[in-house]
């Protein structure tokens, strides 16, 4: 064999080697700054995805704005609580979920001013939330719904999470629903209010990715390679913790230390935690919160929750 052919044949080899890199599968996910998601942000970060054949650009989107950009095409996955897929496919914004990301305790909740000391004080009071159909507002009415309240009975003034805890610590409003990191904020103001009610104390915000039907169906191998891609930041944290609350405190302006624990109040969900959510827990709260969502009128019909999740990715 000459030299011309050894050559020919070196970069016949070296072309076929590099087309999987060159056929990566391109997405772009819908995200916030909540601490829940930011495994999704390690794994961009770390190279995961890129490791699973995947070209993933992650995107801060407002919650209430996800929707919009889903049905436009800009967004072709996202990341969001159970009960905002089920308002998002009731206004035709058809998704489906392939694999829960979080379930917080104690992440999110509602601060008060000090003269607050129960639930009921809230009514006739101020509290900034998130639109509806998001998440915040969702906590402040199921909140509200199990102490005989609903939304009615308060005034809402539409903040998004860091908004609405940055304008609480600096004396607007008598209440304000937020998330980690900002709920860290308030922890050690005693002088400008306390955390009246967490996750711990109503544990209803579940987190998970989702994807429309027409990107699975183009892309059958891509919800198993987000799914895997999540487990392996999940592997990193375990085993490079330092490194790994560095990289995703970054991302929210927080340092490692910082970041940890903000993580404290809550709980990413491994694989083995996954096919066990997707088996009875997904299925009854989709069905609870369904009804709230229809007695808040935020849903004319509740979508069958049958058709709200391939869970295919984290089946095996």
């Known amino acids: 064999m000459n030299r011309i052919t050894v050559l020919a044949a070196t970069l016949t080899l070296a072309t076929g080697l590099s087309a999987p890199a060159m056929a990566a599968t391109s997405l772009t996910i819908g995200i916030s700054g909540w601490t829940g998601f930011a495994p999704l942000t390690l794994a961009k970060q770390a190279g995961l995805f890129e490791k699973h054949g995947l070209d993933v650009t992650l995107k801060k989107v407002p919650q209430a704005s996800r929707p919009l950009a889903i049905a436009s095409g800009d967004l072709q996955c996202a990341a969001t609580t159970v009960e905002t897929w089920l308002v998002w496919n009731a206004s035709g914004v058809t998704t489906k979920q392939i694999f829960q990301l979080d379930k917080s305790?104690?992440?999110?909740?509602?601060?008060?001013?000090?003269?607050?000391?129960?639930?009921?004080?809230?009514?006739?009071?101020?509290?900034?939330?998130?639109?509806?159909?998001?998440?915040?507002?969702?906590?402040?009415?199921?909140?509200?719904?199990?102490?005989?309240?609903?939304?009615?009975?308060?005034?809402?003034?539409?903040?998004?999470?860091?908004?609405?805890?940055?304008?609480?610590?600096?004396?607007?409003?008598?209440?304000?629903?937020?998330?980690?990191?900002?709920?860290?904020?308030?922890?050690?103001?005693?002088?400008?209010?306390?955390?009246?009610?967490?996750?711990?104390?109503?544990?209803?915000?579940?987190?998970?990715?989702?994807?429309?039907?027409?990107?699975?169906?183009?892309?059958?191998?891509?919800?198993?390679?987000?799914?895997?891609?999540?487990?392996?930041?999940?592997?990193?944290?375990?085993?490079?913790?330092?490194?790994?609350?560095?990289i995703m405190g970054a991302d929210v302006k927080q340092s490692a230390n910082e970041f940890e624990d903000s993580a404290k109040y809550l709980k990413w969900a491994d694989k083995a935690e996954n096919k066990q959510f997707f088996t009875k827990e997904f299925q009854d709260f989709s069905k609870t919160a369904g009804d709230l969502l229809l007695q808040m009128g935020l849903i004319k019909e509740a979508p069958d929750v049958a058709t709200l999740a391939d869970t295919s990715a984290v089946a095996n």
């Open 105 to 246: 305790y104690g992440a999110d909740g509602i601060v008060v001013r000090n003269d607050i000391k129960t639930v009921a004080d809230l009514k006739g009071k101020t509290v900034a939330s998130s639109a509806p159909g998001t998440s915040p507002y969702f906590l402040l009415a199921w909140v509200l719904n199990k102490n005989g309240m609903s939304t009615k009975d308060v005034t809402v003034v539409n903040l998004e999470p860091d908004a609405a805890a940055q304008a609480f610590l600096a004396g607007q409003n008598d209440a304000a629903v937020t998330y980690e990191p900002f709920i860290s904020a308030v922890r050690d103001k005693a002088d400008q209010g306390h955390i009246l009610a967490t996750t711990l104390d109503y544990p209803m915000v579940l987190d998970t990715v989702g994807c429309t039907p027409e990107f699975l169906k183009a892309n059958p191998d891509a919800a198993k390679a987000l799914a895997d891609s999540y487990f392996d930041a999940l592997d990193m944290i375990k085993k490079e913790p330092q490194k790994s609350y560095e």
